[in-house]
């Protein structure tokens, strides 16, 4: 089955720096990869999402970029806000496993105003 | 539109005893699914629904079962509650199977003693 790494566990920057967590994925026939922020004592929700089809997708000061070959996909938060701070997770499915989503284990970011 | 609707919100069992946690949501979406939240383990599929009338086991199915009642709800069952169920339970919903983002309920903080 599919296996998703997220590195780091933990990233502490400081507001207006920019912050990138990385996702590796096991599964080729993975091809939707969305990333979800989850805010303490809340319920995740989804953040900007990328298909198979695209290389990078932006909105606002949130992007991700997908490189297939490698099977990687990262998100970039660009002027980081203390309101960013929260865990976030990276997520592949395929259409081909039932739609089941296989999380990574998260990365808890902290912007130090 | 309430999104996906959990309940209970907490609740505290002895070990032994039993618990039906309820999942609706009114989306119109064909697939529902139960995941679990430990610290520092992301997020675990217990149990899903691809569709009304079909369910199946996810990564940590063992101690729980399920009932899909309709296309609304879709519940999940503790029969005999042990102290390693303790954990955060998340109910989602997703439209387009595999290729759609997950809408998670508020989540069942549940403590098993």
């Known amino acids: 089955g599919e296996n998703v790494e997220q590195h780091p566990s933990t990233l502490s920057v400081q507001e207006g720096d920019s912050a990138v967590i990385k996702c590796t994925y096991s599964?080729?026939?993975?091809?939707?990869f969305p990333w979800y922020k989850q805010e303490l004592g809340k319920r995740p929700q989804l953040i900007i999402d990328?298909?198979?089809?695209?290389g990078e997708k932006k909105d606002q000061r949130i992007a991700v970029t997908l490189n297939k070959t490698a099977k990687h996909f990262s998100l970039h938060i660009t002027e980081t806000q203390p309101e960013d701070s929260a865990v976030y997770f990276c997520?592949?499915?395929?259409?081909?496993?039932?739609?089941?989503?296989?999380f990574g284990d998260g990365t808890t970011l902290t912007v130090k105003p | 539109n309430a999104g996906v609707t959990q309940t209970p919100k907490f609740q505290v069992l002895k070990t032994g005893q039993s618990m039906t946690l309820q999942c609706a949501q009114d989306?119109?979406?064909?697939?529902m699914y139960w995941y679990r939240q430990d610290p520092g383990m992301g997020l675990r599929l217990i149990y899903y629904?691809?569709?009304?009338?079909?369910?199946d086991k996810g990564e940590v199915p063992n101690g729980y079962n399920v009932s899909r009642l309709n296309k609304r709800e879709f519940s999940l069952r503790l029969e005999s509650a042990a102290p390693s169920q303790t954990s955060v339970y998340f109910c989602?919903?997703?439209?387009?199977?595999?290729?759609?983002?997950?809408?998670f309920g508020n989540g069942t903080r549940l403590t098993v003693t």
């Open positions: 989602a919903s997703s439209d387009r199977q595999g290729q759609e983002p997950l809408h």
């Open positions: 599964d080729s026939a993975s091809n939707y």
């Open positions: 990328i298909r198979s089809n695209v």
């Open positions: 997520a592949a499915l395929s259409n081909t496993n039932a739609g089941k989503s296989t």
């Open positions: 989306m119109n979406h064909n697939s």
């Open positions: 629904s691809a569709s009304e009338g079909t369910t």
